[in-house]
């Protein structure tokens, strides 16, 4: 199976963002946000102390954001992965992945929709959809937001690209 058209032009959109910030760590368990792209003026600051001023002024561009199972993988081998402890994934996700840039996005298991995300300096985030219809934790493995579209992804083989609504 060939993975449909809308999905691979919304992944590659993705390629040539920089992140610049990297939202996991306490209280959110394995699940993070990555801020792609350029930095847009949100339209209500965030009032979050816990995130950086920028952030809280700023939203990117791009986003991905992820519920399900991942790793990330680094040219010595893995790095960090959703098993790992809120604070371990917060400090070595940001230290990895912060000021790195995407160079592509890729479906790896069509019809499974896992999600490869490869940086520059050899770092790969391979994110392994998990979630499956029933009672799923999340009611969906992540998603990628453009500036005029979504990526909804899961649970089990359910996607969706929809309009992003501003």
């Given at each position: 199976m060939t993975v449909p058209a809308d999905m691979r032009r919304v992944l590659r959109a993705l390629a040539g963002k920089p992140c610049w910030h990297v939202s996991?760590?306490?209280?959110?368990?394995?699940?993070?946000?990555?801020?792609?792209?350029?930095?847009?003026?949100?339209?209500?600051?965030?009032?979050?102390?816990?995130?950086?001023p920028a952030y809280r002024k700023?939203?990117?561009?791009?986003?991905?954001?992820?519920?399900?199972?991942w790793r990330l993988d680094g040219p010595q081998g893995p790095v960090v992965s959703s098993d790992s402890e809120d604070e371990v994934v917060d400090r070595l996700l940001t230290r990895a992945l912060r000021g790195r840039t995407v160079e592509r996005a890729r479906i790896t298991v069509p019809l499974a929709w896992d999600l490869e995300v490869a940086f520059d300096r050899a770092l790969v985030l391979r994110v392994l959809c998990d979630h499956l219809p029933g009672d799923p934790s999340?009611?969906?493995n992540y998603e990628v937001v453009l500036p005029d579209r979504e990526l909804a992804v899961g649970p089990g083989r359910k996607w969706e690209v929809v309009p992003r609504r501003r």
């Amino acid at each position: 199976m060939t993975v449909p058209a809308d999905m691979r032009r919304v992944l590659r959109a993705l390629a040539g963002k920089p992140c610049w910030h990297v939202s996991a760590g306490p209280g959110v368990g394995s699940t993070f946000q990555l801020a792609l792209g350029a930095k847009v003026p949100r339209a209500r600051p965030l009032a979050n102390p816990a995130q950086p001023p920028a952030y809280r002024k700023f939203e990117g561009e791009c986003a991905l954001m992820v519920w399900c199972a991942w790793r990330l993988d680094g040219p010595q081998g893995p790095v960090v992965s959703s098993d790992s402890e809120d604070e371990v994934v917060d400090r070595l996700l940001t230290r990895a992945l912060r000021g790195r840039t995407v160079e592509r996005a890729r479906i790896t298991v069509p019809l499974a929709w896992d999600l490869e995300v490869a940086f520059d300096r050899a770092l790969v985030l391979r994110v392994l959809c998990d979630h499956l219809p029933g009672d799923p934790s999340f009611d969906g493995n992540y998603e990628v937001v453009l500036p005029d579209r979504e990526l909804a992804v899961g649970p089990g083989r359910k996607w969706e690209v929809v309009p992003r609504r501003r």
